[in-house]
């Protein structure tokens, strides 16, 4: 079983940066693909992005060219670095580790206004 913890989240600005991390409590956190999700109020939770074990990252269209996920093996730790934010990217940040039901944070708030 792996635990992780968000952190990161706060309020920026339309146009502002964030980096969330994710701290994960075992080694083998690299040996798992891992993903930011998000959620908004009232909507499901979607895809934000993921890197696997081997670093191949992939996007949501809607965050491409903005957002940038990576991991750091030894730390075990993921991150997401959020560029160029909007209002519509507001949402609570979860990280997962692992495929299918995996494992899942508590999550961090993002809010995007001026």
């Known amino acids: 079983q792996v635990q992780l913890v968000e952190s990161g989240g706060g309020l920026v600005q339309p146009g502002g940066s964030l980096r969330l991390s994710c701290a994960a409590s075992?080694?083998?956190?690299?040996?798992?693909?891992m993903a930011w999700y998000r959620q908004a109020p009232g909507k499901q939770r979607e895809l934000v992005a993921s890197?696997?074990?081997?670093?191949?990252?992939n996007y949501a269209d809607s965050v491409k060219d903005r957002f940038t996920i990576s991991r750091d093996n030894a730390k075990n730790t993921l991150y997401l670095q959020m560029n160029s934010l909007k209002p519509e990217d507001a949402a609570v940040y979860y990280c997962?580790?692992?495929?299918?039901?995996?494992?899942w944070g508590q999550g961090t708030q993002v809010t995007v206004s001026s």
């Open positions: 075992r080694s083998s956190f690299r040996l798992f693909t």
């Open positions: 997962k580790a692992g495929q299918a039901a995996g494992y």
């Open positions: 890197i696997t074990v081997g670093g191949s990252t």
